[in-house]
């Protein structure tokens, strides 16, 4: 049965292609409805932290995260903070670009243009590699511990691992989570081109991503632009409050020609109580601060209608008590235990997982990646889009079709 068909509680007669029934319609639930709300762990503050640390915030911004959702934390890192992050972003650029010209796919190189200009370059040569860029993104590794940020060490490959990792960060999750601190499987950096469609993420609660185990419990997001994020290049959207039902609202897939999972703005009023005409805030965010925000608080991104490329990089954390709501593909990664000060994480193990050689063994059919043998292929596909109804079907539902069936 497709997505979106409607089941009877009475017989089912099919003619022509048609549904003839004499009872009433029930709407099929998918997988990703749930009656349960859990609003404690998402609007009760932990209690306030023994020993004041580095990094931490004041105790009412903790309190107006758990009140409103998220907050705005301002000037956290400096610009030569975040340099080794930009350096390794323009390497990944530079990696596609040669792959891209060596393939006979674009004519130039495009090596004179810089970070916030060089990926639309090659965007307007071959439609998509914005795509391509976010879906081959693999997080630049280095095996050694490298827990703060607060000296910067020229080692290239490290520089998302150390800001995941950063002392003063920690810190300020022990505020939100306790003292047992794990990096959650999930992080994206965010290939935001001007003036493309299939970078515009539209309204979504975060766990309607994951698998239903994430519904109960907070998951961190820091949202971290690496230039000044304003409305013209596409900062984010937030709905104030609309985390403090402790629900996950019915979603849809998906939006346009993405991969990208749907919330209609009557869902977030009527399931989640946000007023639409109060609640709706557009945060622009100056590079060295970032959003933070739970798992549960609509969000979106504006389209970007600016000239440059708006990079940024959402990375997360979580208690490791709890599940990690990743559809046992992979677990997180612990940074911090109460019981082991000297915690090292266990980075090879964390690196070791191919989320999507993982997912698609847990199907029975192959598919094939498409006629450049997938490097090329900018279909993105996952098991979120088999939470939800489809009410729009394009390439990335179709491939989601082909492996689940």
């Known amino acids: ?33 749930v009656d349960a709300a859990h609003p404690e ?27 409103e959702g998220y907050i705005v934390v301002r000037d956290y890192f400096s610009r030569e903070q975040l340099d080794p992050c930009t350096e390794d972003i323009s390497l990944m650029v530079d990696q596609l670009a040669n792959k891209l010209y060596t393939a006979g796919k674009i004519s130039d190189l495009y090596s004179d243009y810089g970070l916030f200009e060089r990926l639309t370059k090659l965007e307007d040569e071959y439609p998509g590699s914005n795509v391509l860029l976010f879906k081959f993104q693999k997080m630049p590794k280095v095996t050694l511990p490298t827990p ?64 239903n185990e994430s519904y109960d419990h907070m998951i961190a997001s820091a949202w971290i632009p690496f230039l000044d994020a304003t409305p013209e290049n596409g900062t984010l959207q937030l709905a104030k409050k ?28 009527d399931t989640l109580g946000v007023d639409l005409a109060k609640d709706i805030v557009t945060e622009p965010v100056p590079c060295g601060s970032f959003i933070l925000f739970n798992n549960l608080i609509p969000h979106r991104s504006l389209p970007n209608v600016s000239n440059q490329v708006r990079w940024s990089v959402d990375l997360r954390w979580q208690s490791p008590h709890h599940n990690y709501g990743f559809y046992d593909i992979q677990d997180g990664v612990i940074f911090r235990s109460r019981d082991q000060p000297n915690l090292v994480p266990d ?43 489809t009410v729009h079907h394009n390439s990335h539902t179709d491939l989601f079709q082909q492996i689940t069936a």
């Open 1 to 33: 049965m497709r997505s979106g068909d409607w089941f009877f509680s009475d017989e089912i007669l099919i003619g022509a292609g048609l549904f003839f029934t004499m009872a009433s319609p029930e709407r099929r639930r998918f997988p990703g409805e």
């Open 41 to 67: 762990p998402f609007t009760v503050a932990p209690p306030d932290v023994e020993e004041k640390k580095e990094g931490q915030l004041p105790r009412e911004e903790i309190q107006k995260f758990f009140d």
């Open 148 to 211: 703060s940020l607060t000296t910067i060490v020229p080692c290239p490959g490290q520089s998302f691992q150390r800001l995941w990792t950063n002392d003063r960060l920690l810190n300020l999750m022990e505020q939100i989570l306790g003292p047992d601190v794990a990096g959650h499987p999930v992080w994206n950096l965010r290939t935001k081109t001007p003036r493309s469609e299939a970078v515009n993420i539209p309204w979504h609660q975060d766990s309607a991503y994951m698998s």
């Open 242 to 269: 609309g985390h403090r039902s402790g629900k996950v609202a019915v979603h849809e897939c998906c939006a346009g020609p993405t991969w990208y999972i749907m919330l209609q703005e009557e869902k977030m009023r």
């Open 347 to 389: 980075w090879e193990k964390f690196f070791s997982v191919d989320r999507k050689e993982v997912w698609r063994k847990q199907y029975a059919k192959a598919v094939s990646e498409g006629p450049d043998e997938g490097q090329f292929d900018t279909r993105i596909t996952g098991p979120w889009i088999g939470k939800w109804e």
